[in-house]
């Protein structure tokens, strides 16, 4: 139990190095992942899992949500604009 914990809170970490002005301290592990499936689509949501985790090398996340570089590109910025915005701010916060 203790190694999810750890694993979620690598989510967190990484949330924490993309949102540009963070006021408050965010949410527990497991209600941040809800928040996350709600408010993120699964490609987007597992591009972010990938930063937090590196557990496979970028081919076979290409490969495995079916995207090509540039559309990861795409994705990417997606996700940190999306990331940044205040209403996700708002859900992810305490």
Do not use: C
């Not at 990938?50 to 590109?73: C, G, N, P, T, V």
């Amino acid at each position: 139990m203790e190694e999810l914990d750890n694993d979620l809170n690598k989510l967190g970490d990484e949330l924490k190095k993309h949102i540009k002005k963070l006021v408050t301290p965010i949410k527990s592990d497991n209600e941040l992942v809800e928040v996350l499936k709600t408010k993120l689509t699964k490609k987007e949501f597992k591009i972010l899992h990938f930063w937090a985790f590196e557990d496979m090398s970028e081919d076979e996340l290409f490969e495995k949500i079916k995207i090509d570089i540039q559309r990861y590109d795409e994705l990417s910025k997606s996700l940190i604009k999306k990331i940044n915005q205040e209403k996700f701010k708002q859900a992810i916060r305490y």
